[in-house]
């Protein structure tokens, strides 16, 4: 089945620098990648997400690349800021029939230092 | 919409006790999903629901049971609790399960078995 490794587990970085937190996976057939916020105490929240007929994805300061053929994705936080310390969790769909389900990755517990 | 809801919210438990985690969603999603959260272990799934009438094991399924209600309720069962069973359970829900399908998470039940 599908795995996802997650790295770093613990991310700290000065207000305003970038931040980069990297997945693999190992199943060459999921084909969705979402990536959770989820703040101490509160549910994951869907920040961004991307498909595999896709190489890169922006909102805003946030932007989520996939490099297929690796079979690897990136979440980029630019101009990080104190609201920005959370948990993140990326995670990829596995392919069975039509149900999707999410396999998740262990989280990085990133914190902006102000 | 209140969308994703979980009751109760915190929950404590003897050994051997049993208990139903209850899940309701307002978004008219056919799929639904409980996940449990551990200390870097990330999110797991126990089982999930593709559409009401259906129900299926997921990565850790040991000691847990389901009912889709309908097609707005998912419930989970713990019939006799044991301590590895402490953790914290999501509920979710998606509108169809396909493998591109986004999931919404509920605000979590913190369960202590003692």
């Known amino acids: 089945g599908e795995n996802v490794e997650q790295h770093p587990s613990t991310l700290s970085v000065q207000e305003g620098d970038s931040a980069v937190i990297k997945c693999t996976y190992s199943?060459?057939?999921?084909?969705?990648f979402p990536w959770y916020k989820q703040e101490l105490g509160k549910r994951p929240q869907l920040i961004i997400d991307i498909r595999s007929n896709v190489g890169e994805k922006k909102d805003q300061r946030i932007a989520v690349t996939l490099n297929k053929t690796a079979k690897h994705f990136s979440l980029h936080i630019t101009e990080t800021q104190p609201e920005d310390s959370a948990v993140y969790f990326c995670a990829a769909s596995t392919v069975g029939g039509s149900q999707g389900n999410l396999i998740f990755g262990k989280g990085t517990k990133l914190s902006v230092k102000p | 919409n209140a969308g994703v809801t979980q009751t109760p919210k915190f929950q404590v438990l003897k050994t051997g006790q049993s208990m139903t985690l209850q899940c309701a969603q307002d978004?008219?999603?056919?799929?639904m999903y409980w996940y449990r959260q551990d200390p870097g272990m990330g999110l797991r799934l126990i089982y999930y629901s593709a559409s009401e009438g259906t129900t299926d094991k997921g990565e850790v399924p040991n000691g847990y049971n389901v009912s889709r209600l309908n097609k707005r309720e998912f419930s989970l069962r713990l019939e006799s609790a044991a301590p590895s069973q402490t953790s914290v359970y999501f509920c979710?829900?998606?509108?169809?399960?396909?493998?591109?399908?986004?999931?919404?998470f509920g605000p979590g039940t913190r369960l202590t078995v003692l």
């Open positions: 978004m008219n999603h056919n799929s």
């Open positions: 199943d060459s057939a999921s084909n969705y």
């Open positions: 979710a829900s998606s509108a169809q399960g396909g493998s591109s399908d986004t999931q919404y």
